[in-house]
């Protein structure tokens, strides 16, 4: 079974600096994505990026981007210029890309980061 | 376009007793799926529907179940409520050109007594 580690639970950042959060997974499968999911205080999960495995150049949207290595089983995500808005907890999730369709996420645990004014 | 609405958001149950949770997916979207959420276990998936057939289910006992109806809305009842069920509960729609990417609702927030 595949499993998704977030081995930070906390994390916190000073405004307009930049902030790594890690995530590693273990899966046995060539053909899968992975995401970073924020969830601020209102609860609604909101996609932040995602990556197919198949591709070799590191998803970017905006001020968020990720590093993505393939062979170390490593998926971080990178804010760049942290806002105020960033805060929320993160969970990284991963999704085996052969389930004949199927939506599931494994996610890891999350991390709550904290933006400092 | 409106997003992921889930009813209700908040619920108090006793020990014994039954819910029933309701997630209208974007309008559009035939995939619905539904995880749980606690402080202790994190987000665990429960069960993914796509046009009223049940496609994946997670590793939950028998007591969770859910279905799909055929404008898309999703229904998941829990039955003879332990503590243990107190977890927020999300679902999720995905429209199938879409690849990857779920939209989740805020959550049914269920505590039991």
């Known amino acids: 079974a595949q499993t998704v580690t977030q081995s930070q639970p906390e994390m916190s950042v000073q405004e307009a600096e930049t902030v790594t959060l890690s995530c590693t997974y273990d899966?046995?499968?060539?053909?899968?994505?992975l995401f970073w999911y924020k969830q601020p205080p209102s609860r609604q999960m909101i996609l932040v990026i995602r990556q197919e495995a198949y591709k070799q150049q590191n998803a970017t949207e905006n001020r968020f981007s990720v590093n993505f290595q393939k062979a170390a089983k490593s998926f971080s995500l990178k804010i760049s210029d942290s806002q105020l808005g960033d805060a929320a907890m993160y969970f990284c999730?991963?999704?085996?890309?052969?389930?004949?369709?199927?939506?599931?996420?494994?996610f890891g645990k999350g991390m709550k980061l904290t933006v400092n004014p | 376009k409106a997003g992921v609405t889930q009813t209700p958001r908040y619920l108090i149950k006793t020990r014994g007793q039954q819910v029933t949770l309701s997630c209208s997916p974007i309008s559009g979207h035939r995939s619905v799926s539904w995880y749980q959420q606690t402080p202790g276990q994190g987000l665990q998936f429960l069960f993914e529907?796509?046009?009223?057939?049940?496609?994946n289910k997670g590793n939950f006992p028998g007591r969770f179940s859910g279905r799909q109806f055929s404008n898309s809305r999703s229904e998941m009842n829990v039955s003879t409520l332990e503590l243990g069920d107190s977890a927020l509960y999300l679902c999720a729609s995905r429209d199938r050109a879409n690849t990857g990417e779920l939209f989740f609702g805020e959550g049914s927030r269920l505590t039991v007594l």
């Open positions: 899966t046995s499968e060539s053909d899968y994505y």
């Open positions: 999730a991963y999704r085996s890309g052969s389930q004949g369709g199927s939506e599931k996420l494994v």
């Open positions: 529907y796509f046009s009223e057939t049940q496609r």
